[in-house]
């Protein structure tokens, strides 16, 4: 009669197994997490980034000459902040992240009266082909 020997160091090829399928899942998961912060993170620094161009552009526009701001001079010939990206006219190029980013500006002036202009400046730019945009306004005041 042959006696059966259980060696019971070690493990088992299912053990094994089972333990790499519970690892694999936990690193898959853990990736998509880490893709899906990337991309919040780049969301959000772009819209941080065009927040400052957009304040930025607002300033210099209340130093600019009152007479001189209208809409030909200011957006080049584009009738839409998308139109500006397209033509790469009236466009800002920023390197963020090690990537090349490209925010267009669009500028809508509305004469209030002959010493009032209300100037609504629109940064727009694509993530993940999807187009955003933030926009604010300033009063002029002729001096």
Wanted: aromatic share 12%.
């Amino acid at each position: 009669m042959v006696k059966s020997v259980k060696n019971s160091k070690g493990f088992s090829i299912i053990e094994v197994m089972v333990a790499l399928l519970i690892l694999t899942i936990f690193l898959l998961g853990s990736l998509n997490a880490f893709f899906i912060y990337s991309k919040s993170h780049y969301r959000n620094l772009l819209r941080d980034t065009a927040s400052e161009i957009l304040f930025s552009e607002l300033e210099s526009l209340r130093s600019e000459n009152f007479t001189a701001i209208d809409n030909s001079t200011l957006n080049k010939g584009n009738h839409s902040c998308l139109e500006a990206l397209q033509n790469h006219k009236n466009s800002v190029y920023l390197e963020l992240g090690n990537r090349k980013w490209e925010f267009g500006k669009f500028y809508k002036v509305d004469n209030k009266d002959s010493s009032t202009k209300k100037v609504t400046v629109e940064v727009c730019w694509f993530f993940n082909r999807k187009l955003y945009s933030i926009s604010g306004s300033t009063l002029l005041v002729k001096r």
